[in-house]
């Protein structure tokens, strides 16, 4: 059965993983692979509804619980309608956050306990993890001022993504020891890439270790010669 290969990428607002991501996306079109580029919260019709009323900051209150509901309800139409189809087709799947997402936000930044966050996981998403995740880790402060600066941009053309940009910085303290507990814990799926580094230099280097992790799962998905 053709499976296909999953990419997540992973890091804090204003961490440049949508940038990274695209620019890996242009590449691996111009080789003519065949790649389906999606997001989350968001990427089906239901979930950029989702989307847009989690991330509008008019959006008050929001019960932590509640919005890692509405978090899970986004990933498991996502999961059905455009990732395990895609994967089935044998595609390379590129999702801009995943789980670990609401392992960084809900389970660290809102304090919610790990283990409810993995067992929903388990039920709405069939347990399905990425093959390879870049995690993005620049500096927190550059992030954050990168992130209001897009977000201000945005604002003035009438879209409201600033909800979770009301976070204190202690939110975000606690998001990226989140992250980078889960590279600690997922050493073989997450690699971690220092976000401070120019944007074609991190480019190149994702590439190379996009390649060589495919040309392995390629290599280990075929068929065993019999002696
Ligand atoms: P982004 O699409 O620009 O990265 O923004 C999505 C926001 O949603 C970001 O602040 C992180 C947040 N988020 C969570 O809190 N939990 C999740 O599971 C996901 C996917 C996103």
């Given at each position: ?5 999953f ?40 979930g ?8 509008d ?18 990933r ?15 595609e ?20 919610i ?18 093959d390879?995740?870049f ?7 550059v ?44 050493r ?40």
């Open positions: 059965m053709p499976r296909g290969f990419v997540t990428f992973e890091g804090l607002d204003g961490s440049g993983k949508s940038t990274q991501l695209r620019l890996l996306a242009r590449a691996l079109s111009a080789e003519g692979q065949a790649v389906t580029v999606t997001r989350q919260p968001g990427g089906t019709e239901l950029e509804h989702i989307r847009a009323l989690l991330l900051s008019r959006t008050q209150p929001v019960a932590p619980l509640t919005e890692m509901a509405l978090m899970f309800a986004d498991a139409q996502s999961v059905e309608q455009v990732i395990a189809p895609a994967l089935d087709r044998g390379i799947v590129l999702c801009d956050r995943f789980t670990d997402s609401t392992v960084a936000y809900q389970g660290g930044g809102r304090e306990d790990r283990e409810a966050i993995l067992t929903l996981h388990r039920v709405l998403c069939r347990d399905l993890w990425p390879l995740t995690l993005l880790l620049p500096n927190l402060d992030c954050l001022a990168r992130a209001r600066r897009r977000n201000a941009r945005q604002l003035a053309f009438g879209t409201d993504e600033n909800r979770f940009e009301a976070e204190q910085r202690s939110f975000y303290e606690r998001v990226d020891r989140a992250y980078r507990e889960i590279a600690r814990q997922a073989n799926r997450v690699v971690t890439i220092d976000g401070d580094a120019p944007v074609e230099e991190i480019h190149r280097s994702i590439l190379r270790t996009f390649s060589q992790r495919h040309q392995t799962a390629v290599t280990n998905a075929l068929p065993h010669e019999r002696p």
